[in-house]
């Protein structure tokens, strides 16, 4: 290898490591879906290699002020609704003001749990640390994980 290809070689090198420097975090998160709001987490659960693309579900939480509900949005990574509806802290009746509804990216992997029907639900950590699931089902998985302390501990430490 001359001088010339070792600089060329050099440079090719430094500019691939500027874009994947630059470019690298926008490659491993879609983008967000048109009907979720800018404050939505993109939960990263894997990365499809044969893709080249994230994999993982979009969440957003707010308040509902006409029911007085905290209301959570779960899409797929390309904005397809999964989930959607009421949700409440998993301790307490009474629904989270709006602050405090800031979902956490620390366990995305985490996100789906069985319900009580056996069917997927997302449980939703917050980055207080508070949990938020489905309103329907909160005294369901409240007492199931009552129950079974050692289901709740990995969760929590999730």
Not at 10 to 39: F, I, K, N, W, Y
Not at 87 to 101: H, I, M, N, R
Not at 126 to 137: E, H, N
């Amino acid at each position: 290898m001359n001088l010339f290809e070792k600089v060329l070689a050099v440079c090719v090198v430094c500019v691939a490591a500027t874009l994947v420097v630059r470019h690298g975090e926008a490659a491993m998160r879609p983008a967000l879906p048109s009907d979720m709001p800018a404050q939505a987490q993109f939960l990263q659960s894997g990365y499809d290699v044969t893709k080249l693309e994230a994999q993982g579900d979009w969440v957003a939480c707010g308040v509902d002020q006409d029911q007085g509900q905290d209301w959570c949005r779960v899409t797929d990574k390309d904005g397809l609704v999964v989930y959607q509806g009421d949700f409440l802290p998993l301790t307490s009746d009474a629904p989270l003001p709006g602050g405090e509804l800031n979902v956490s990216a620390a366990h995305p992997e985490h996100l789906w749990v069985a319900g009580p029907g056996g069917v997927p639900e997302p449980v939703i950590p917050l980055t207080g640390g508070a949990l938020l699931v489905p309103a329907a089902d909160r005294a369901a998985l409240a007492d199931r994980w009552s129950s079974h302390p050692e289901e709740m501990a990995a969760l929590s430490s999730r």
